[in-house]
């Protein structure tokens, strides 16, 4: 079974930033849609950024302005640059691997946690 790794997260102050990372060992990640989601305490899991393979980006609420997605092909990771963290930013962040319409597939990593507070 596949399974995405993530990396990065932490305990910060408001106001400071972060790099996530997600790894994807065994998919061929070129042609796959890489997402961050998050999943805070009592609140449905949320899509936050993607990227496509063409490096095509979409971001969600919060996250536009703050937050910045990329993808390094080469070594096969997606990265979530966040900026400007909340306390609302708390959350667990997901990284996941969505496939094309040829090549349904999707996968999850096991998560990160983001925690701001002063």
């Known amino acids: 079974q596949v399974q995405l790794v993530e990396s990065g997260g932490g305990l910060v102050q408001p106001g400071e930033s972060l790099r996530l990372s997600c790894t994807t060992p065994?998919?061929?990640?070129?042609?796959?849609?890489m997402e961050w989601y998050r999943r805070a305490p009592g609140r449905q899991r949320e899509l936050v950024a993607q990227?496509?393979?063409?490096?095509?980006?979409n971001y969600t609420g919060s996250a536009k302005g703050r937050f910045t997605i990329s993808r390094d092909n080469a070594k096969s990771t997606s990265y979530l640059h966040m900026t400007d963290l909340k306390p609302e930013d708390t959350a667990t962040y997901l990284c996941?691997?969505?496939?094309?319409?040829?090549?349904?597939?999707?996968?999850w990593g096991q998560g990160t946690q983001v925690t701001v507070s002063s």
């Open positions: 996941a691997a969505n496939g094309p319409d040829w090549h349904p597939e999707r996968y």
């Open positions: 065994r998919i061929n990640f070129n042609i796959y849609t």
């Open positions: 990227i496509t393979p063409s490096h095509q980006t």
